[in-house]
């Protein structure tokens, strides 16, 4: 019979951290099977893969999807962990104030930050819009998305929406929206910033 050693513990679920803190082997195994979970989706929208089912996210970690129901509950839950990994660097992006300048130069500062969601963000904002029928998280996000494009454009705008009609600005918010600025990335790449800002440029100097 093979004796334990301080490198064997004798028990497979009793282990201990570098400070020799007893650790919970099950709840560290556990946590590392969560992780795995989270970066294999996390995987699958950096290669430009929205997520839509626990069937997809089981395939793409190799854990079963008994095992991810277990860890999550749905594919709620696992949205809802993407969240909140995502959610602090999304309210940094969209923490910065109006900049200064030319109309031609708010629009186009605006327009940076939406486009820098779109490149960085755009596949989890798909993965929202896909799911959002049944996963009421993921609509509660898509809702926050929406209002949070909105108010950071009335900012930026301010001096502009105060003057021009209702007809006009409605235009301006739809050009500068999530679904705008995505299609145009993928329809016109780098030249995205470039053609929407001349064309609100042109709507407010119209108007």
Do not use: C
């Amino acid at each position: 019979m093979t004796t334990p050693t301080d490198d064997q513990p004798s028990n497979p679920d009793d282990a201990h951290d570098p400070n020799g803190n007893r650790v919970d082997g099950r709840h560290a195994r556990v946590d590392m099977g969560r992780q795995q979970a989270i970066d294999a989706a996390i995987g699958l929208l950096a290669n430009g893969e929205p997520l839509h089912s626990i069937d997809q996210i089981a395939e793409a970690s190799g854990m079963s999807r008994r095992t991810l129901f277990r860890y999550f509950g749905s594919l709620d839950g696992l949205v809802d962990e993407l969240f909140k990994i995502f959610m602090p660097t999304v309210f940094e992006l969209f923490s910065k104030g109006p900049s200064r300048g030319s109309v031609e130069e708010r629009i186009r500062g605006l327009l940076s930050i939406h486009y820098e969601f779109a490149v960085r963000f755009g596949h989890i904002a798909l993965t929202t819009d896909r799911i959002r029928g049944w996963v009421p998280r993921a609509q509660e996000m898509r809702v926050l998305r929406e209002a949070t494009f909105r108010r950071q454009t009335e900012a930026w705008l301010l001096p502009e929406f105060k003057r021009l009609p209702p007809t006009i600005t409605t235009q301006i918010l739809l050009l500068t929206n999530f679904d705008s600025v995505y299609t145009m990335r993928v329809n016109v790449g780098d030249q995205t910033i470039d053609a929407l800002t001349r064309t609100i440029v042109e709507l407010i100097d119209n108007n």
